[in-house]
């Protein structure tokens, strides 16, 4: 009985160490997060990731959907993705504009890849759209710890 009741015991220990178990057990086996993701609209999500020194990097702004793999056949109006990027990035922090660009690619089956780059001093915005709308958008700094994040 004993025996039983000891690998019962170890088993549950097992499994409450995992660590996909829950947001203390990560940290605990990995760290604290690199990115994180808020819910800043209902149905729109923004998720940051930062730099060594705790300053962020990059922040997506994309719909809210059910699981983490982003739906191909959500979309969000452009005017509220400008209000978002205006509120995380006012332009008064962003520095001085830059020459921006487009991307007119086709990709296939959905011909999703076409987009839009604000290109300022200190940040770019890239929209990415389709033919239904604003897929999402990145907002990336400039810095250079953030450039050797991608190296």
């Not at 929209?127 to 709308?133: C, D, I, L």
Request: proline share 5%.
């Amino acid at each position: 009985m004993r025996l039983q009741l000891g690998m019962i015991l170890l088993v549950f220990a097992l499994l409450t160490q995992f660590p996909g178990r829950n947001s203390k057990t990560l940290r605990e086996r990995y760290g604290a997060p690199i990115a994180e993701t808020f819910l800043v609209r209902p149905g729109v999500v923004v998720t940051a990731s930062y730099g060594e020194s705790g300053q962020t990097c990059e922040m997506v702004i994309s719909p809210k959907v059910p699981g983490l793999i982003k739906t191909r056949n959500s979309t969000i109006d452009e005017k509220l993705i400008e209000e978002i990027a205006d509120e995380l990035v006012p332009a008064s922090e962003r520095g001085k504009p830059g020459i921006n660009e487009f991307d007119d690619i086709t990709c296939l089956p959905e011909d999703d890849c076409q987009g839009a780059t604000e290109n300022w001093k200190d940040v770019r915005i890239y929209r990415n759209s389709g033919q239904r709308g604003v897929a999402y958008a990145t907002i990336q700094w400039n810095r250079a710890e953030c450039q050797s994040q991608t190296k």
